[in-house]
C-alpha cells in the first residue's frame, strides 16, 4: 500500500471543499449554505494540520485553532442575521433574501 | 412564497396544554397557557371534567342522604363539607345543635384542617421540587386518617355528621390520642419549616411569585388562606362565627405582599392556631347529649337561605332552598372555594414562568371534586 | 349512595297523585314589623329606592329582590355606597322555578369584608330575558355567572366571556332546570315541564307512607 | 499500514457525510450530518497527532458551533419548504458547472505536483514535533499573541453583535 | 462510530507516547513508553478487557446506582423502598431491566423517526465513552504483569472528557425536537442552555486545577496531587463547589433538573419515550452522574490515593488498593447528590441561568485569574 502522503491529505481537503462550494451554490437554504461554509473551513483545516504534521510544525495547528474562532464568530452573527431576518420575513430562502432594508 | 398568500402565524407564541392529565394539576384541572419562550402571556382555565352533578344529585335525594354526597366534593376535607351542610339546614329549620356536639364538630372540623393543609403543603412543595416533603405531610395525615377511623370508620369519606348533631360521640381515650396526634403534628412542622421556610431555593421559588393585592383579591373573589396571604384577615370563623368557634381564642394570620411565600407562611401559621383550636375545645369539651332535638323527618319549611363557614380552602358556602313541601331541597347549591379561588389563576400567572404556573396552582390548593363538584 | 330504585312508573304513582300544584317559588317573607332594616338596606332604598322591588328576611338573611333593568344600579350602590361596602361577591347562583312567569331567580349572595354583614340580591328573569352581568362590578362574578348561564340558560348579557363552564362547550340543554331530565340523554328533554316535578313528589310522598 | 487504513475510512465517511449535509432534505438531519462530519475529521486530526486539535474540534465545533446551528433551525421552524422559492435569474446549473470545473482544476494541480519530487520535508523540522497542547500553546502565547488577541476581541465582538441581532428589543 | 474514535484516540496516544523520544517540552505523560517492544497481549488483549470490564462495571453500577437512589430517596422518606423482589429488593434492577425491555417501543405518530432512534444513543455513548479516560486505580500486578487501572492516559484527557460531554447535549435537543411535541421541545431548550450555561464555568474551574497541575492528563493530575501531597480539594475549595454546582446542572440532577421536572414538564425531553429507548436515557442520566463523581475524585479528592498519607499512624490505609479508595470516594459523592435530591426544593429557569451566567461563572475566572497570579507569584 502506498504510503499516506500529504497529497492524500490535499485531495481530500479539495473534495471536502469542492462538496462545500456546491453546497454553497446549489442549496437555497442559507442555514445549509452555511454549513456548506463550515465544510469548507474544515476542508483548509485538513490542510493546514496535514502540511504542520509533514513539516513537523505546530504552525500549522496554530492556524487551525485561528480558523475555528473565526468560524465560531461567522456561526454567531450568522446565525443571529437569519433570526433576525426569520423574524421579519419567516423564510431562510436566501432568493428571498434579495432586499437591504423591509 | 409559493405564490398563495402566507398565513400571518404568530412565531412568538406556543400554545400548551398543561392538563386534563398532568402531574401537577392536581386532577383533572385543564390549564390552556400561551407562551411566550417560557413566559405565560395569557392562560385559560378549562374545568368541568370532574363534574357529577351532585348539585342536581341533591335535589333528588333527602336530607340525610346528602351528607354522603357532600363528602364527595372537597374528598380531602369531607367532615369540613359535612359541618357546612348540616349547619346550613339546621339553619334553615331553626334546630338547635347541643354544645358537646358543637365542640365536637369542631375539633373534627379543625383535625380536618389540619390533614387538607397537609395534603396541600405536600403537593405544593412536591411541585416545586421538594418531593421528601411530601411523603412527609402525608405521614401525618395518615395519624389524621387513623383518628377519623376510630371515630367513624371511614378514612376519606367519613359521613360524620348529622343535621342537628352528630352520629357519634367520640370514643373513649380518643381525646388523648388526639391531643398525642397535637403534638406530633407541632414537632413535625419544625421539620417542615427547616426543610422550605429559610431554604433559599424555596424563598426564591416563592417570594415575590403571583403577587396579588388585598382589595384586588377581593375583588376577584378569593377566600381562605389566599386572601388572607394577602393582607386581608377575614375568616369565617371569626366574623360569622359558628359551631364552637366564638367560645375559643385563635388568630388570624395574615400575609404581608400576598405571594406564594405569604401564602404558604400563613398556612403554615393555621396549622399551629388549629392545634391550639383543638387542645381549647378538648379542655372545655361539654359533657350532654350530641343529637339535638329533631324531627324524625327533615323537611324544613318553605324558603331558603345561604350560611357560609371557613373550609380550609375558603368560604365554603351552602345555598339551600326548599319548597316546603318535599324531604329533600327545592335548590341545593354549593360555593365551592376552590372553583372561586381557581378563577384568580389567570390572574396570577400572567408574566411569570411556567414553573410558576405549577407553584400557583399549588399555592391556591384546589380540589378538583369540589372546582366541579 | 349509587343507585337509588327509580320510582318506576308514573303508572303506578299516579293514582295516588294528589293534585299537585308546582311551588311557584320561595316565599320571601317580608321583615317583621318590629324588625329595623339595617343600615345597609336603609342606604340602598336612600339611594334608589325604586329599583328595590321588595324586602324579605327569612332566618336572619336579608334578601333584596330587584328586576333585572335595575340591577346593575342596584350592584353598584351596594359596593360603594359607604354604608354598604359589599365588595365581596361570595356566589352567583340561579333555582329555577317553572311554574312561575319568570321562571329563575338569580341570586347574589354578597358580603362586605369592611363591615361583615351579608345580604343576597335576587332577581326574578324569564326564560330568556337578560340579565346583566356584574362581572364589570364584582369580577368574582365571571365564573359564577358562566356557570349559571352553563346551568340554568339564565341569559347573562354583557358577559366577558360566556362560554360553559362545567359542561362541554357543545353541551346541549342546561342540566339544573327543573325540566332536565335525570336519565337517558340530556338533549331529550320531556315534553311536559312539569312531569320532573309530578315524579319527585310522588317518590316522596310513597317514601314516607 | 495503520495510517493508511485509518486515512481511506475516515476519508470515506467525512466525504460521505459532507455530501449528505448538502444533499439532505430536512435542515436537522444536515445538522447531525454535519455534526457527523465533525467527528470524523477530529478522529482525523488524531490520526495527524493533533490531539489537541481533534478535542477543540469536538468542543467548538460538534459541541457548541452545530449546537447553535441546530438551535437555530428548532427556533426558526420552518412550516414550509425553505426551497420553495426560485430566484428565476438563478443559474444553479452554472453553479454546478463551475464547481466541477474548480474541482477539476484542484485535481490537475494536485495530479502534477504528485509527480514532482516532494522536496526534502523532515529536514525543515526545527520547531518542536508532535501535536502535543504544550507545543500549540507555546506558539499562541509568544510568536502568535497579536493574532490570539485579535482572535479574542473577534469573539468578543461576535458575541456582542449576535445578543443584539438576536434580541427582541434592546 | 464515537466508541471507534475512543479506541483511535487511545492508540493515538499510545503511539505518539512511544514514538516522541526528544520531548522538547517537558514530558507530560508519566508511565508512557515503558517498554519499547509491545506484545499482542499488551497492545489488544489487555486494552479490550478492560474496556469490556469497565463497559460492564458502568452498567451495573449504573442498574445499582438506580436502585441505590429509589432506596436512599425512601429512607429519608421515612419509607423502605423496592423490597419486593429479591432480598430488601436487591434484584430490583433486574426487574427493571426486563419491564424495559419488553415494553413496547412506541414511536409518536409524525415524530421524526430517525432521529428518535438516534437521540437516545448519542446521550448514552459520549456518558460510556468517557470512562475511557478515567484513572480508577494506579496499577495492578496481574498474572505477572504491571497493568494500569485506566483504559488510556491521554495526554489531553481533560479535555477530552470535556468535549465529549458537550456531545452529549445532542441526546437531548434532538430527543425534544424529534419527539415533536410541545413538553419535549421545551425541556430541550431548557437542556441545551442549562447545559451549554454550566460548560463554560465547569471549564473554567478545571482550568485552574489544570494550572495547578500543569497537565491535562487525568493520571497526570492524580500524581501531582500526590507529589504535592495536597488533595486539590482543599487547595481550590471554590473551584470545587463550582464544579458540584456545574455538575449537578450538566446531570440535570435536583436541584437542578428543570429539563425532567415531572411536576412541569411532564418528564421533560423523554416524555414520549418508552421501552429500550426511555431506559438509554436513564442509563445516560445514572451514567453522567457516575462519570461526574469520578472526575471530581480525581480532580479534587485524589484519585484512587489513599488519605492521610502523611500520618504516620494511619499508614495502614495505604494498604487498601487504590480502586477501592476510589470506588469509596466515588460512592460518597452519589450519595451526596441523592442527598440534595431529596432535600431541596427545584430551581427555576431563570434563576437557574441567573446563577450560572452571573455568579458562577464570575467566580469560576476570578478563580483562575487568582490561582494563575498565586502561581506565576510562587
Redesign the interface.
Known amino acids: 500500500m502506498i504510503p499516506i502522503t500529504p497529497a492524500h491529505y490535499m485531495v481530500l481537503s479539495a473534495a471536502l471543499f469542492m462538496i462545500g462550494v456546491i453546497g454553497v451554490l446549489v442549496r437555497r437554504n442559507i442555514i445549509v449554505i452555511f454549513m456548506s461554509i463550515e465544510l469548507m473551513l474544515n476542508a483548509v483545516n485538513i490542510n493546514l494540520v496535514a502540511f504542520a504534521r509533514e513539516w513537523h510544525q505546530v504552525v500549522g495547528q496554530v492556524f487551525a485553532v485561528f480558523i475555528i474562532v473565526v468560524a465560531a464568530a461567522e456561526a454567531a452573527v450568522g446565525l443571529g442575521i437569519i433570526l433576525a431576518f426569520y423574524r421579519n420575513k419567516e423564510t431562510v430562502n436566501i432568493d428571498e433574501m434579495n432586499v437591504m432594508k423591509w | 412564497m409559493a405564490n398563495a398568500p402566507r398565513p400571518m402565524f404568530d412565531t412568538e407564541t406556543l400554545v400548551i396544554n398543561m392538563g386534563p392529565q398532568h402531574p401537577s394539576t392536581h386532577g383533572v384541572l385543564r390549564v390552556v397557557l400561551r407562551l411566550d419562550g417560557e413566559r405565560v402571556v395569557d392562560c385559560d382555565v378549562v374545568i368541568g371534567y370532574l363534574h357529577r352533578g351532585i348539585e342536581k344529585l341533591s335535589e333528588n335525594r333527602d336530607y340525610t342522604q346528602i351528607v354522603l354526597l357532600t363528602d364527595r366534593m372537597d374528598y380531602v376535607a369531607a367532615a369540613t363539607n359535612n359541618l357546612g351542610y348540616c349547619e346550613t339546614v339546621e339553619k334553615l329549620m331553626g334546630l338547635e345543635v347541643p354544645r358537646r356536639a358543637k365542640y365536637i364538630r369542631t375539633i373534627l372540623a379543625e383535625l380536618q384542617r389540619i390533614a387538607s393543609h397537609n395534603v396541600w403543603l405536600g403537593t405544593h412543595a412536591m411541585d416545586i421540587g421538594a418531593v421528601t416533603v411530601f411523603l412527609y405531610n402525608i405521614r401525618e395525615r395518615e395519624l389524621i386518617l387513623d383518628l377519623f377511623e376510630e371515630y367513624c370508620g371511614a378514612r376519606l369519606t367519613y359521613n360524620s355528621m348529622r343535621v342537628g348533631g352528630l352520629p357519634l360521640d367520640i370514643p373513649a381515650g380518643w381525646d388523648r390520642k388526639v391531643r398525642e396526634f397535637c403534638r406530633i403534628q407541632e414537632e413535625k412542622l419544625v421539620d417542615y419549616e427547616l426543610l422550605l421556610t429559610h431554604n433559599r431555593i424555596w424563598l426564591e421559588r416563592t417570594r415575590n411569585v403571583g403577587v396579588i393585592s388585598g382589595p384586588d383579591a377581593i375583588a376577584i373573589g378569593l377566600s381562605g388562606p389566599p386572601l388572607r396571604g394577602s393582607g386581608v384577615a377575614r375568616d369565617v370563623r371569626k366574623d360569622e362565627p359558628y359551631a364552637a368557634y366564638d367560645e375559643l381564642e385563635f388568630d388570624v394570620p395574615v400575609g404581608a405582599t400576598g405571594d406564594t411565600y405569604d401564602r404558604y407562611l400563613v398556612r403554615l401559621e393555621e396549622f399551629r392556631q388549629s392545634i391550639r383550636i383543638i387542645r381549647q375545645a378538648l379542655d372545655g369539651l361539654p359533657e350532654g347529649p350530641i343529637v339535638g332535638k329533631v324531627p324524625r323527618l327533615i323537611k324544613p319549611p318553605a324558603g331558603e337561605t345561604y350560611h357560609a363557614i371557613e373550609s380550609p380552602k375558603g368560604e365554603l358556602g351552602y345555598f339551600i332552598a326548599s319548597d316546603g313541601k318535599s324531604t329533600s331541597p327545592y335548590r341545593f347549591r354549593v360555593r365551592p372555594p376552590s372553583f372561586c379561588n381557581l378563577q384568580a389563576l389567570r390572574q396570577l400567572v400572567r408574566g411569570h414562568l411556567v414553573a410558576d404556573v405549577v407553584a400557583l396552582i399549588g399555592s391556591i390548593d384546589v380540589v378538583l371534586g369540589e372546582v366541579d363538584r | 349512595m349509587p343507585d337509588e330504585p327509580r320510582p318506576t312508573p308514573p303508572a303506578a304513582a299516579r293514582p295516588v297523585e294528589k293534585k299537585i300544584e308546582a311551588p311557584s317559588g320561595p316565599p320571601d317573607p317580608p321583615p317583621p314589623a318590629d324588625l329595623a332594616p339595617p343600615a345597609f338596606v336603609t342606604a340602598a332604598q336612600a339611594a334608589l329606592g325604586g329599583a328595590i322591588t321588595q324586602l324579605s328576611y327569612w332566618v336572619g338573611d336579608w334578601t333584596i329582590l330587584t328586576t333585572p333593568a335595575r340591577l346593575l344600579d342596584l350592584a353598584r350602590v351596594l359596593r360603594d355606597d359607604p354604608a354598604c361596602r359589599f365588595d365581596f361577591c361570595s356566589d352567583v347562583t340561579a333555582s329555577d322555578w317553572p311554574a312561575r312567569e319568570s321562571r329563575f331567580d338569580v341570586i347574589y349572595c354578597l358580603y362586605s369584608t369592611r363591615r361583615r354583614h351579608r345580604v343576597r340580591v335576587k332577581v326574578r328573569a324569564a326564560d330568556g330575558e337578560p340579565v346583566p352581568s356584574v362581572s364589570g362590578v364584582w369580577p368574582a362574578a365571571n365564573w359564577l355567572e358562566r356557570e349559571v348561564w352553563d346551568m340554568f340558560g339564565v341569559n347573562v348579557v354583557n358577559h366577558p366571556d360566556r362560554r360553559r363552564i362545567l359542561m362541554p362547550d357543545d353541551w346541549q340543554g342546561h342540566p339544573q332546570r327543573k325540566d332536565y331530565p335525570l336519565e337517558g340523554p340530556g338533549e331529550l328533554l320531556l315534553e311536559d315541564p312539569l312531569e320532573w316535578l309530578r315524579l319527585r313528589n310522588a317518590q316522596s310522598t310513597a317514601e314516607i307512607e | 499500514m495503520v495510517e493508511a487504513f485509518a486515512f481511506y475510512s475516515l476519508a470515506a465517511f467525512i466525504l460521505g457525510f459532507a455530501v449528505l449535509v448538502i444533499t439532505a432534505r430536512n435542515t436537522v438531519h444536515s445538522v447531525l450530518f454535519l455534526v457527523a462530519n465533525f467527528l470524523f475529521v477530529a478522529a482525523l486530526y488524531v490520526v495527524l497527532h493533533a490531539e489537541f486539535l481533534a478535542v477543540i474540534q469536538v468542543l467548538v465545533y460538534a459541541g457548541g458551533i452545530v449546537v447553535l446551528y441546530l438551535f437555530v433551525v428548532m427556533l426558526v421552524n420552518l412550516k414550509r419548504p425553505p426551497e420553495a422559492h426560485a430566484d428565476p435569474r438563478r443559474r444553479g446549473r452554472l453553479g454546478l458547472a463551475v464547481a466541477g470545473l474548480l474541482l477539476a482544476q484542484l485535481v490537475a494541480v494536485l495530479g502534477y505536483s504528485a509527480t514532482q519530487a516532494v522536496p526534502a520535508a523532515a529536514a525543515a523540522a526545527t520547531a518542536p514535533a508532535g501535536g502535543n497542547v504544550e507545543a500549540v500553546g507555546w506558539l499562541l502565547y509568544t510568536d502568535y499573541l497579536v493574532p490570539f488577541e485579535v482572535a479574542s476581541m473577534l469573539l468578543l465582538v461576535a458575541m456582542i453583535g449576535a445578543i443584539i441581532l438576536a434580541k427582541r428589543e434592546l | 462510530?464515537?466508541s471507534?474514535?475512543l479506541t483511535?484516540?487511545a492508540h493515538?496516544?499510545a503511539r505518539?507516547g512511544a514514538a516522541?523520544g526528544?520531548g522538547?517540552?517537558?514530558a507530560?505523560e508519566p508511565g508512557s513508553g515503558a517498554e519499547p517492544r509491545l506484545n499482542m497481549i499488551d497492545i489488544v488483549i489487555i486494552p479490550l478487557l478492560k474496556i469490556v470490564i469497565v463497559f460492564v462495571a458502568v452498567l451495573f453500577g449504573v442498574a445499582y446506582l438506580v436502585l441505590l437512589e429509589r432506596k436512599v430517596?425512601a429512607w429519608?422518606?421515612?419509607?423502605l423502598g423496592p423490597m419486593r423482589v429479591g432480598p430488601h429488593g436487591v434484584l430490583q434492577p433486574i426487574a427493571d431491566a426486563l419491564k424495559l425491555f419488553v415494553k413496547e417501543d412506541i414511536t409518536p405518530a409524525r415524530a421524526?423517526k430517525?432521529?428518535y432512534t438516534?437521540a437516545p444513543m448519542i446521550s448514552l455513548v459520549p456518558a460510556l465513552i468517557v470512562f475511557a479516560v478515567i484513572p480508577f486505580g494506579g496499577t495492578a500486578h496481574l498474572f505477572g504483569k504491571t497493568v494500569p487501572l485506566f483504559v488510556a492516559d491521554?495526554?489531553?484527557g481533560l479535555?477530552?472528557i470535556?468535549?465529549?460531554?458537550?456531545?452529549g447535549?445532542?441526546g437531548l435537543?434532538?430527543a425534544g425536537?424529534a419527539s415533536n411535541s410541545?413538553?419535549p421541545?421545551?425541556s430541550s431548550?431548557?437542556a441545551?442552555a442549562q447545559l451549554?450555561s454550566y460548560?463554560v464555568a465547569v471549564t473554567m474551574t478545571l482550568v485552574s486545577l489544570i494550572l495547578m497541575a500543569g497537565t491535562?492528563s487525568m493520571v497526570g493530575i492524580v500524581e501531582a496531587q500526590r507529589q504535592a501531597g495536597l488533595w486539590y480539594v482543599f487547595a481550590q475549595p471554590l473551584a470545587f463547589f463550582i464544579f458540584l454546582a456545574g455538575g449537578l446542572a450538566e446531570t440535570n440532577r435536583?436541584?437542578f433538573?428543570?429539563p425532567e421536572?415531572?411536576?412541569?414538564?411532564?418528564g421533560g425531553f423523554h416524555t414520549e419515550y418508552s421501552g429500550m429507548r426511555f431506559a438509554f436515557f436513564f442509563l445516560a442520566e445514572y451514567a453522567n452522574m457516575i462519570v461526574v463523581s469520578s472526575v471530581a475524585t480525581t480532580l479534587f479528592f485524589g484519585g484512587w490515593l489513599a488519605p492521610f498519607p502523611n500520618v504516620h499512624a494511619l499508614a495502614f490505609l495505604g494498604l487498601v488498593p487504590g480502586w477501592i479508595w476510589f470506588l469509596l470516594k466515588v460512592f460518597c459523592f452519589l450519595y451526596l447528590f441523592l442527598w440534595i435530591r431529596?432535600?431541596?426544593?427545584?430551581?427555576?429557569?431563570?434563576?437557574l441561568m441567573r446563577l450560572g451566567w452571573k455568579v458562577l461563572i464570575p467566580l469560576a475566572i476570578a478563580n483562575v485569574i487568582v490561582t494563575g497570579a498565586v502561581k506565576v507569584l510562587l
Open positions: 462510530m464515537a471507534g474514535r483511535k484516540a493515538g496516544a505518539e516522541r526528544d522538547a517540552p517537558p507530560t430517596q429519608v422518606q421515612v419509607r421524526d430517525w432521529v438516534l491521554v495526554n489531553v479535555l477530552y470535556v468535549s465529549v460531554a458537550s456531545i447535549v445532542y435537543i434532538l425536537y410541545k413538553y421541545l421545551l431548550l431548557r441545551s451549554i460548560e491535562l435536583a436541584p433538573d428543570l421536572a415531572e411536576q412541569e414538564l411532564v431529596a432535600t431541596l426544593p427545584r430551581y427555576r429557569y431563570d434563576q
